[in-house]
């Protein structure tokens, strides 16, 4: 294996051995902290333009395999391991997560203490980082003078509506980054969804005549996106239920007066307790999280806090007091992580029928 090296932009460099695709690369590091779902995490559309460090010591362990896929086409910038392991466990016997990365495009490094490199990274807000030959002052001038786009929704977002049919209700699913578990979640309560782009307007979604209307998850800043998104969310909330999630649910807040900031240090995990305010339930849940809704932004008259986060008490769930409208900032579908907040689609859909009766 080659000697590649992780530099930071603050000036750190860590030494390690290549795995992957032998390319250069450069993006925002975060730290991940699933002790399962590797194949998941690189997948997710959340982490475009970024470079995952993996808290579980072995990755690789489990291969490649056809069901865990949250998207087909890959967009992480990078993987960080403590070790690595080439085993293959798909049907063809051939495809492990080194020939994954390489097929993308994706390089990797191994070797790194990533216990240093997480507490480094949870001292300091987020940072650009690179994975390159030599750390040499060239490399770190290439990292310094990079300037990472803001326009990942546009970049990851379907560019045609395309659908995932079933029997019962017909919903439209705003891609904003959509991971695949929500659309299995769908399928599973035998919904009828059509993929709609990011950018698609109030008036097209009403055209459709859909029962009930889905925000997904997604990469970025919810402040990255035109006025006009939140505009199509205020028109379609009074109309049509609505249930979103992630990035989703950042812009759900927006749309409906409230502020979202930049959290200091990103949480990316399954592992996040989740109190639910009503009931003082806790559940564990699976959070991409890089932006939070304030509370004190919140205009009560309109939103209700339904979730909290235990650890650090970030407004974790949301819901119109006027609409059969609601969202939560992590991932109900798990993919990988708990279930236990599944029944969040389930209940969307008692909205769903409600307003159909």
Request: aromatic fraction near 8%; charge should be negative.
């Amino acid at each position: 294996m080659t000697t590649r090296y992780l530099i930071l932009e603050d000036g750190t460099s860590y030494k390690g051995k290549s795995f992957g695709a032998e390319s250069t690369t450069t993006g925002e590091i975060i730290v991940n902290s699933n002790m399962l779902g590797y194949q998941e995490v690189i997948t997710n559309q959340i982490y475009h333009n970024q470079i995952i460090v993996f808290t579980q010591p072995s990755i690789g362990n489990t291969g490649i395999n056809h069901k865990s896929f949250e998207a087909i086409v890959t967009n992480a910038k990078g993987v960080v391991v403590k070790e690595f392991s080439n085993i293959s466990t798909n049907r063809l016997g051939n495809l492990n997560l080194d020939l994954f990365l390489k097929q993308h495009n994706i390089p990797g490094i191994y070797g790194i203490d990533t216990r240093e490199l997480t507490r480094r990274l949870n001292r300091n807000k987020s940072m650009k980082a690179s994975i390159v030959d030599v750390d040499d002052e060239h490399a770190f001038d290439q990292l310094h003078a990079t300037v990472l786009t803001n326009q990942q929704v546009k970049q990851v977002s379907t560019k045609a509506p395309f659908p995932n049919t079933g029997d019962g209700y017909n919903i439209v699913l705003i891609d904003f980054g959509l991971k695949y578990g929500i659309l299995r979640k769908l399928a599973d309560l035998d919904c009828n969804v059509i993929v709609m782009p990011w950018d698609t307007t109030s008036q097209s979604i009403f055209d459709l005549d859909p029962d009930g209307v889905v925000l997904s998850t997604g990469p970025g800043s919810p402040r990255d996106l035109p006025e006009s998104v939140l505009e199509m969310i205020r028109d379609v909330q009074k109309e049509i239920p609505m249930f979103s999630m992630g990035l989703g649910h950042e812009l759900f807040a927006l749309a409906n007066g409230a502020n979202v900031y930049k959290l200091p240090v990103e949480h990316h995990g399954s592992n996040h307790p989740i109190r639910q305010i009503i009931t003082n339930q806790i559940i564990y849940a699976s959070q991409s999280e890089g932006y939070a809704v304030d509370p004190k932004s919140i205009i009560h008259d309109q939103l209700l806090i339904t979730y909290v986060d235990v650890v650090n008490g970030t407004v974790q769930g949301i819901r119109h007091r006027d609409y059969p409208a609601f969202s939560v900032q992590f991932s109900p579908d798990g993919g990988p992580g708990p279930q236990e907040s599944a029944d969040l689609f389930e209940e969307f859909l008692e909205n769903v029928s409600s307003q159909r009766r």
